[in-house]
C-alpha cells in the first residue's frame, strides 16, 4: 500500500488546488520581482517611473497582492526589468 503526503492528499482536492496554484503564482510573480528590483539596483519609484504604472502597483506585486493587471502593464514592467512575456503553448494535460 503508498502512502500519500498530506500535500498530495490535499492537491487531489481540486478546489484546493486551484487556490493553492493561484497563490504560488502570485508567490512566483512577487519573488521574481524583488529579484529583477535588485539585479537592476531599481527601487519601487524608479521601476514605477520607468515602466509608466503606478508606485501602488508595483508594491502591490512585490508583496504579493495580486490586483487585475492589464498584460500591456505587465510587459511594461518585465521590459524594463529586461524581460519579455512570451506565450508557450503547453503540453495537453490528461
Do not use: W
Not at 24 to 46: I, Q
Not at 61 to 90: C, D, F, H, P
Amino acid at each position: 500500500m503508498k502512502k500519500t503526503s498530506t500535500f498530495d492528499r490535499i492537491m487531489s482536492n481540486k478546489d484546493r488546488k486551484k487556490q493553492f496554484d493561484s497563490g504560488y503564482t502570485d508567490f512566483l510573480l512577487s519573488e521574481f520581482l524583488h529579484e529583477a528590483m535588485a539585479e537592476r539596483h531599481l527601487s519601487v519609484r524608479k521601476l514605477s517611473e520607468k515602466a509608466h504604472v503606478s508606485p501602488a502597483m508595483i508594491q502591490n506585486l512585490r508583496s504579493g497582492k495580486t490586483q487585475n493587471i492589464s498584460l500591456k502593464k505587465l510587459s511594461a514592467i518585465s521590459n524594463v526589468l529586461g524581460y519579455e512575456i512570451r506565450l508557450q503553448k503547453l503540453a495537453m494535460r490528461a
